[in-house]
């Protein structure tokens, strides 16, 4: 410990139980651990040298932002140090010839796209975290959010990586080109490691044009076939919405018991639909949506005609976490992903599913990218509801790899899925993971047990 | 300490960016999810409580941002009172010092309204006959102790007449349509009686009729904010027995009204306080009905325009904690001061944030108490305003203080007091 105080100062290396007990989860429900010590590294030099010092001393190192993480990917090991990034929080650079932002590690998400706005850019991914989660954290984890469909995840913004690797070697990967195949591209197998591979200090991103303008929409149906059908048309009439999110009857429910808003409570399925860009687009765009939903069998569709409109649809969805939070003690959320064509299977499967269990499982999340939302409204104190949980969750998830799905669209894996991995991907593909991560930590110290077992 | 609270925080984080602890040291446990798993350890018996622990609760604002921010709800008001309250029973922050000065302020006198004025009257003679800034000028403060030394730049204004002085204990209008019980505060009464005296004046210009008890207690909030529960409940029991005394039964009224927003998100907590208490339980419950911020009350009965023109400053408008977090009031009095003819309304930058007066937190902590001053001076400067509304007498106090050793002459005045000037000029007017 002497050693790590001596490297960064007292006030950045923590030991107290009551220091230390507040860094023992992150944003994953039910688990818990406490680390042996906490410190903050402001540059790749101090990352760098307490990786050596780790490997010197064969202690696990487990990589943190904010701890947001919603599969348990920044939970501590025992015994080991946990290095929060959360310090390393400078803007270096904004770069308004080549769209780009050179940010340190722990600068919060929600910044990124304020500064882009600004100058009249636009850093397209939005996890539900952005207000507190950490780039480093987005980029470890490749998160996305409610704008997949349109432009992507957060996979598809990195251009460039620093990163530090256990044997303290600093690198820098990628470049500020469009275009570079010089190379292996190394920098995307760090994208979504879960810190398993190294550790990340700096991200060089790309910014888009804001778009001009946008349109909202609100659809109710009776039926979810017919909501699900209203996706298919709308993509098969070659119209990519910027945002095509789902509720289901019980999180229609929730939402309206929390911010009354007037939806109608005997609607199986909502849809909030936006489109952005050009204005004439827009408005084109907007009409033929609001004409397939009304073909394909709609209730009722509401087009916002002002910007406080449009606030006010986007309600619906944007309080459906809140709304579910507040039902039950624990919140399991989950993300079970299928190819779009699936999804009213997927559903219903998970209606099913929770009657069988004798749980309440409210859906809702991203249509237009297949990326679900089965929420578990339980409590982890009821240890047999806990087990009908567990079950529940393998079958969905046995379901969605069925359907060409997969067990996580958006949270990772971490400690959470560790045990659908293989069900999912398959042994061949976990031993090459566990070949790459040896040749780059052989001792093992960074995240370990996390993704998959040693 | 509730269990089924503390299990309602999913730690997702999302109040970190919101709490001023946390934006300062970016650690956890000055973090409102940090502080939440803390009191599960303890009640899970995985910690004790350590002095660390306490001194932590009083290094967290109270500020309630985080419950705005929480999607899950959590009662954090409740947690912090409670965990506060526990740490005093334990007494692991006892020490001469501290064990004085609470005994001195909370437990004497904020529970002695007579003496209270007498103190208020003493100091208001001392300012009064320029003692005060005589004071000041020769720089005798510097003798003092530090402790008491950074303390004397906070001494309220004492003003010369007190509210019921101001305010007889029932006025009437006509026409009369409503009935309400006005609060008068403590603090508030001592520095801010004009402010009672222009709520009572706006009250009779909505055709409201107005019953204001004698004499006064402290709401209790700082009592229950430091730890002192019963204390807070005996101060409960006062207030509504002082009120059914002055308009015969709470029944009667059809608002009781407070105008300071920490006092206000604390007397609308009776119901929870006094829950258990075999005779107050259902007259408090009636009370916390009955209970309106001053802006909420007139939001709802339809503010009035002033007919004239009458304030032609730029202002901008500072929340409350209490009054924004804690009542969740935010629109109503941007709404009334936008109903005086003439007034430009500027949006200061997180007008939400704490100012750091916190009840007693710029006494107990003035080190982060005046990071937040300063963070909030620098917002309102960037305004150009020249009056910055605030609707609580402890937020008032702490920015006159600090725009005062900043000699700044931006005006801090209450949006009613506004709203009670616009009143008066549009009447000398006719």
């Known amino acids: ?454 | 300490m509730d269990y089924s609270v503390l299990q309602q925080c999913m730690h997702c984080g999302l109040c970190l960016p919101t709490c001023p602890t946390y934006d300062e040291t970016k650690l956890e446990r000055n973090s409102p999810r940090g502080r939440i798993s803390l009191m599960r350890a303890i009640a899970d018996g995985e910690m004790e409580l350590t002095k660390a622990f306490g001194e932590e609760m009083y290094y967290c604002l109270g500020c309630l941002a985080c419950t705005t921010a929480c999607p899950a709800g959590v009662n954090y008001a409740e947690l912090f009172e409670v965990a506060r309250a526990d740490i005093e029973t334990k007494g692991v922050l006892s020490a001469h010092k501290r064990d004085l000065v609470r005994w001195l302020t909370v437990k004497f006198l904020l529970t002695r309204p007579r003496l209270l004025r007498g103190v208020g009257r003493l100091l208001y003679f001392y300012q009064a006959i320029g003692l005060q800034s005589l004071v000041r000028k020769l720089r005798l403060p510097a003798l003092l102790p530090r402790s008491l030394r950074e303390l004397e730049p906070l001494t309220p204004t004492v003003k010369r007449h007190f509210s019921d002085a101001l305010i007889r204990e029932v006025e009437t209008p006509t026409p009369s349509r409503y009935r309400v019980g006005l609060l008068t505060g403590c603090i508030q009464d001592l520095a801010y009686s004009d402010l009672n005296r222009d709520t009572a004046d706006v009250l009779l210009a909505h055709d409201c009729e107005v019953f204001t008890p004698r004499l006064q207690s402290c709401c209790g909030s700082l009592h229950a904010h430091n730890g002192e529960v019963e204390l807070a409940r005996e101060m409960a029991r006062r207030n509504i027995l002082a009120v059914e005394k002055s308009a015969g039964s709470l029944e009667k009224l059809d608002a009781i009204i407070s105008n300071a927003g920490g006092c206000g998100s604390h007397l609308k907590n009776y119901a929870h306080l006094l829950h258990d208490d075999p005779v107050f339980a259902a007259r408090a419950v009636l009370w916390s009905q009955k209970l309106k911020d001053i802006h909420e009350w007139l939001a709802q009965i339809g503010i009035r325009r002033p007919a004239a023109a009458a304030c032609a400053a730029r202002v901008t408008y500072h929340e409350s904690c209490h009054l924004c977090h804690g009542q969740k009031i935010t629109r109503q009095p941007r709404e009334l001061l936008r109903a005086i003819p003439g007034l430009e309304l500027v949006e200061l930058a997180e007008s939400n944030w704490c100012c750091g007066s916190a009840g007693i937190y710029n006494i107990t902590q003035p080190e982060m108490s005046k990071k937040l001053l300063d963070r909030k001076l620098g917002h309102i400067q960037k305004t150009g305003a020249s009056v910055v509304a605030s609707a609580n007498p402890g937020c008032s106090l702490q920015l006159q203080t600090g725009l005062r050793e900043a000699h700044r002459s931006v005006r801090v005045a209450h949006p009613i007091s506004l709203l009670a000037e616009a009143f008066r000029q549009a009447k000398r007017a006719e």
């Open chain 1, 1 to 454: 410990m002497n050693e790590l105080i001596a490297l960064l100062g007292t006030e950045r290396v923590l030991t107290a139980p009551e220091d230390l007990i507040p860094y023992s989860f992150d944003g994953t429900a039910a688990l818990k651990q406490r680390p042996r010590c906490v410190v903050f590294a402001k540059t790749a030099e101090e990352v760098a040298a307490v990786l050596k010092f780790a490997s010197g001393q064969g202690v696990p190192v487990v990589t943190r932002g904010s701890g947001t993480g919603l599969s348990g990917g920044s939970l501590p090991v025992a015994g080991g140090i946990v290095l929060c990034l959360a310090k390393m929080d400078q803007v270096l650079k904004l770069d308004e010839k080549n769209l780009t932002v050179l940010v340190e590690t722990g600068v919060i998400t929600q910044k990124i796209a304020e500064l882009a706005d600004t100058v009249g850019l636009l850093y397209p991914p939005d996890p539900g975290s952005m207000k507190i989660s950490t780039i480093g954290g987005n980029v470890a984890e490749n998160s996305g959010g409610l704008r997949g469909l349109k432009y992507g995840v957060t996979r598809d913004y990195v251009m460039g990586l620093e990163v530090v690797l256990a044997d303290g070697r600093i690198l820098w990967l990628g470049s500020q080109c469009v275009k570079d195949v010089a190379g292996y591209s190394i920098k995307d197998v760090f994208i979504g490691s879960e810190g398993t591979l190294g550790v990340i200090t700096k991200v060089l991103l790309k910014l888009v044009p804001k778009p001009r303008t946008k349109k909202t929409l609100l659809a109710t149906f009776s039926r979810m076939d017919a909501a699900a059908e209203t996706v298919s048309a709308i993509i098969a009439d070659k119209i990519i919405p910027c945002t095509l999110e789902f509720l289901d009857k019980i999180t229609i429910k929730c939402v309206e018991d929390f911010a009354h808003i007037g939806l109608p409570l005997d609607a199986e399925a909502l849809l909030l639909m936006e489109t952005d860009g050009h204005p004439a687009v827009v408005e084109e765009e907007a009409r033929r949506m609001e004409a397939i939903a009304r073909q394909h069998g709609a209730d009722s569709v509401t087009v916002a005609q002002t910007a406080e409109e449009a606030t006010r649809l986007a309600t619906a969805r944007r309080s459906a976490f809140s709304a579910l939070a507040r039902v039950a003690p624990t919140t399991i959320l989950e993300d079970a992903t299928v190819p779009r064509s699936e999804l009213a299977k997927m559903i219903r499967f998970t209606q099913e599913v929770a009657v069988r269990h004798q749980l309440r499982i409210a859906t809702f999340g991203h249509m237009g990218d297949g990326n679900l939302h089965p929420t578990f409204l339980t409590d982890e104190r009821n240890a047999p509801e806990m087990a009908r949980v567990e079950h529940a969750m393998q079958e969905i998830f046995d379901y969605a790899v069925k359907l060409g799905g997969t067990i996580t669209g958006e949270h990772g894996v971490g400690l959470a899925k560790k045990k659908f991995l293989p069900g999912a991907i398959g042994e061949a593909s976990i031993g090459l993971m566990r070949q790459l991560k040896k040749s780059l930590d052989p001792q093992g110290l960074l995240n370990p047990g996390k993704i998959f077992d040693p």
